[in-house]
């Protein structure tokens, strides 16, 4: 599965920072473009070495009960109908999420 993959499944990115070459910088975090009718997101992540893929709708789940699918990075099938499924109990697709902004660290500067 690749981030080409995502995106076309309606997934961006939620690396808040400005894209680099660095291997530690690789995006393994996705939110989807739309948030259901009742106003939930759904996340998919798949950390970096580890061939599995989770639905969630917290960014980083921590417990295995706040995880809506855990499969095999590769098994399209399953994850394409855990996304239908997710949205048909939530009511359906809801409203566009705003895109992730780059977050660039400005410090403070004072005016004298």
């Known amino acids: 599965m690749t981030e080409n993959y995502l995106q076309n499944l309606g997934f961006e990115s939620t690396l808040r920072a400005e894209k680099t070459s660095s291997t530690h ?5 996705y939110r989807h473009a739309h948030a259901a009718q009742d106003g939930t997101y759904l996340y998919a992540e ?3 070495g580890i061939d ?3 639905l969630s ?3 980083a789940p921590l417990d295995q009960r706040d995880v809506l699918l855990d499969t095999d990075l590769h098994n399209r ?3 394409e ?3 239908s ?3 048909a109990a939530h009511g359906g697709i809801g409203t566009l999420i705003a ?3 780059a977050n660039t660290f400005r410090p403070y500067r004072r005016q004298e």
């Open 57 to 59: 709708t917290l960014p």
């Open 77 to 79: 099938a399953a994850l």
């Open 46 to 48: 798949h950390p970096m």
């Open 81 to 83: 109908t855990a996304i």
């Open 25 to 29: 910088n690789l995006t393994w975090r």
């Open 99 to 101: 895109p992730i902004s």
């Open 52 to 54: 599995r893929c989770r």
């Open 85 to 87: 499924s997710f949205f």
